[in-house]
């Protein structure tokens, strides 16, 4: 794919076919994606990929976990809800989302089904964890250098015929995936990136976010009328 054709046409998937993802595909992936900038080379990032059973017991602990009401403990700061245009972005997308699967705004059931799936990692064949090294714990430099290096690992795979989506969900019950990825205690979770083949019948994969403008994004400072 030529780079604006990744850009422009990958999309956050939500639905995945079982079809399992080769080792070598995924290592090519995260090479390409540890390309990413990082301030002053301090690579802060590390990957844990998990596959059959061991993703399997963390999909399974997450959800009875959430089910049961545990309060999240997610490693990674969530900061305040969002509120205004931002929440604004958040809700525009979810009715996209749920538009998409025909999920009716007074059906718990599907709704909350539909949450679930963000705590199974949707389904994926394969979910990478991003983790930084404890020590950088603390430094507003280390998470956006793992921003960058998930976005360029989404980017990578969608070049290669693969979906991701990046989630919160998926590590939210810190200690189900300490133990069944063997996180070692150096490392603080930072995030997850759900990762697979595209089931291209999955509804909710055909939704394009909507994007505010270059226009309401950016100010030209110094530049000539």
């Not at 604004?88 to 007074?106: H, P, T």
């Not at 064949?125 to 989404?154: E, M, N, Q």
């Not at 083949?197 to 950016?218: I, L, M």
């Amino acid at each position: 794919m030529q780079f604006d054709d990744v850009i422009l046409g990958r999309r956050s998937i939500r639905g995945y076919k079982p079809d399992p993802v080769p080792k070598a595909l995924i290592a090519e992936i995260i090479g390409l994606a540890m390309r990413a900038p990082s301030s002053m080379n301090t690579q802060p990032w590390n990957f844990y990929v998990i596959s059959g059973e061991p993703l399997d017991r963390i999909r399974a602990g997450n959800t009875e976990r959430m089910v049961a009401g545990i309060p999240q403990s997610r490693e990674f700061r969530t900061g305040q809800p969002f509120a205004g245009k931002h929440r604004d972005r958040q809700v525009g997308v979810a009715k996209q989302l749920f538009s998409a699967m025909g999920i009716e705004r007074d059906n718990k059931d599907k709704r909350q089904d539909w949450v679930l799936r963000g705590f199974r990692q949707f389904d994926a064949p394969v979910c990478v964890i991003i983790t930084y090294d404890r020590v950088l714990d603390g430094s507003d430099d280390t998470p956006f250098d793992c921003g960058a290096v998930a976005t360029a690992l989404v980017n990578a795979a969608w070049s290669r015929g693969l979906g991701a989506v990046i989630n919160s969900q998926g590590i939210m019950q810190s200690p189900v995936v300490r133990e069944h990825a063997g996180i070692a205690d150096d490392q603080v979770i930072m995030k997850s990136i759900a990762l697979g083949w595209p089931d291209e019948t999955f509804p909710a994969n055909a939704v394009v976010s909507e994007r505010k403008s270059v226009e309401e994004a950016t100010v030209f400072v110094g530049f000539e009328k």
